[in-house]
């Protein structure tokens, strides 16, 4: 039973900023990876499509015989956790961006947030905000094109750093000390965030560790702990899917992760028109 994997999705290669933390957090556990390259970006992605891509892949993993599933994906969270909660019997651990820990660090009052439009615009986040940044001022940024250039694994290029500066020195400007990255494919670009804020002193949060750690709490609790022994934190026991171009989004996963990683294969069924409310889903 504790051997069955732990589902891990996102709109694409993103989700693998949570798949680490998970990985250094709980280096016993089968993973299981689903990155759904070929819909990405989700941020502003039809949302009757971006549901029925959720659905397909919790179908996967329930498939798969997943004892947990993370949705590694503020997005998908923001629109689809409650309803998925309700779908699935297994436990769901989901993200939210990093407003709580980010208002406690700031010395100025002055956040800046980047996140999708769809994160952004959604009740969940307006709720986060209410409930956390009541007191300080929120810069917020929907900013398009930074999951594309992750998805190329163009991390530091000079067009990606052009668009770092766009989204990042008006808010700069304003007097954020502390930067929140409401989505997961951003933190794969921190290292260039920190070139362009320079001498700016700038503290950048995400939730990764605080997903990780919550999902330990939860598989615990309900004693789905793997307690066989072995380290999968090499990636060695983890399966990576992705629904886009196989030879791409190989070569950009194990660049993200640092190391080879088991690419079980291309999921075609994945490519089909999926239709949410069929009996049997897989149509
Ligand atoms: N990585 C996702 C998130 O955390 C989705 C980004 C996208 O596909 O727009 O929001």
């Keep these: 039973m504790s051997e069955r994997p732990i589902g891990i999705f996102d709109s694409g290669v993103g989700g693998l900023s949570i798949l680490k933390a998970v990985q250094k957090q709980l280096p016993n556990e089968n993973l299981l990876y689903f990155a759904d390259s070929k819909y990405a970006p989700y941020g502003n992605l039809d949302q009757t499509l971006l549901k029925q891509r959720c659905l397909f892949i919790a179908d996967f993993f329930a498939k798969n015989n997943a004892k947990a599933m993370v949705i590694a994906c503020n997005t998908a969270t923001a629109l689809m956790a409650e309803w998925l909660r309700a779908e699935y019997d297994i436990p769901i651990i989901a993200i939210e961006p990093a407003i709580k820990p980010a208002a406690a660090l700031t010395n100025t009052g002055k956040i800046g947030v980047f996140a999708t439009e769809h994160t952004l615009n959604s009740e969940r986040y307006l709720l986060l905000k209410q409930r956390f940044a009541k007191d300080i001022t929120v810069y917020e940024s929907a900013c398009h ?76 609790e309900k004693q789905l702990l793997n307690l066989a022994s072995g380290d999968n934190s090499s990636s060695n026991n983890s399966g990576f899917y992705n629904s886009g171009d196989t030879v791409t989004s190989s070569a950009v996963m194990s660049k993200l992760l640092g190391k080879p990683l088991n690419f079980l294969h291309h999921n075609n069924s994945a490519q089909k028109p999926y239709a949410i409310d069929a009996p049997d889903r897989e149509n």
């Design 145 to 220: 094109g930074f999951v594309e250039q992750v998805e190329q694994g163009a991390l530091d290029a000079p067009e990606t750093l052009a668009l770092v500066g766009r989204y990042l020195n008006p808010m700069l400007e304003n007097g954020i000390d502390t930067l929140v990255l409401g989505c997961t494919h951003y933190p794969f670009l921190s290292p260039s965030i920190t070139t362009v804020a320079g001498d700016a002193p700038l503290t950048i949060v995400d939730n990764a560790e605080a997903v990780s750690i919550q999902l330990n709490k939860v598989i615990a």
